[in-house]
């Protein structure tokens, strides 16, 4: 018994990496070219900055909540960055002014949420309608032309043969695993999630203050994202970022094995989760769908990314359950799906 439930939950784990595996057939299949080494390589550089996004948004979604204006949030950082530095002529001025809204946007967030108690979605619904507002304002001229060549490079250069894109997502990704697995940070930010925050309170987690961090770190990430999509881009418009970069980075997430419910999500599933959602875009560019094309599958996928999560879910409290009575010994070596 034991070992099936083992193997239940190796399987849970796994699904991630599975779907991968099945994206790649399908793509190898109905579009061959984009399986290429040459192109998986520009694949995987499209999917960096939408991971380093997702995993503002997982970390988010562990506590039970959810940012929804982190995608706006990425272009008001990437206009502020690249205003600033026109004005000055300081690549470090920019990203400083850049951080500041990041940053900022972050400490809204957490205060309405963690101190003021305001549901995460109604108060990043909030800053999401504010963050048009103020993105507009400050590219009044419409566009803006990156010409800072370091600015640039961290967009499209390489180091030691590695695109920028993909070390910066690399080390990211290894700082946030790190965090969330080692650090007091992390083993509140799950336990948060994974029950009640009443709960959490009575355990000592100052929960308030805790959110305010979590939601500052997300706002942080979205500084990052929007500094490597402004060096790739080369030319920065209000809707750099937006609505479709905040579904992608959600749904990069939820299919990489984050719950919406919080308290369950690893980094290296978001990794696998953005790589599956820049393959699947890249996949659909190349067949030659449009743009409204795009949004539909976006919308599909994230709609099958939520059943799939619910599924998991219930699967895992079942794993849960089972456990605790063959624990008890109360249950024995019964099939699975078998009632207890």
Known sequence: MTRRLSIG???????????????LAIVAVVEPGVVRPSNLEQVVIQASPIAILALGAMVVLLTGGIDLSAGFGVAMVAVATVGAMGLEGDLVHGLLVGLAFGLGLGLVNGVLVGLLGIPAFIATLATFTAVQGVTLTLAKS???????????????????GIPFPIAIAGVVAVV??????????????????????????????????HLVLVYLLAGLLTTVTAVILAGRSGVVAPNIGGVSLLLDA???????????????????GTLVGAIIIALITNALRSSGADASSLDLWRGAIIGLALVVDAAIHLLRRRLED??????????DDAPLGAPA
């Open 9 to 23: 939950r190796l399987l849970v784990s796994a699904a991630p990496l599975v779907l991968l595996a099945i994206m």
């Open 142 to 160: 419409g566009t803006l032309i990156v010409s800072d060549p370091t600015l640039l490079r961290i967009g499209t250069g390489e180091l030691a």
């Open 250 to 268: 959600i749904a990069a997430a939820v299919l990489g094995g984050t719950s919406i419910f919080g308290g369950r999500g690893t980094v290296w």
């Open 176 to 209: 946030m695993a790190v965090l969330l697995q080692m650090t007091r940070f992390g083993l509140r930010t799950y336990a948060i999630g994974s029950g009640e925050p009443d709960a959490a309170r009575l355990s000592g987690v100052p929960v308030g203050r």
């Open 322 to 331: 089972r456990e605790v009575a063959v624990a008890a010994g109360r249950l």
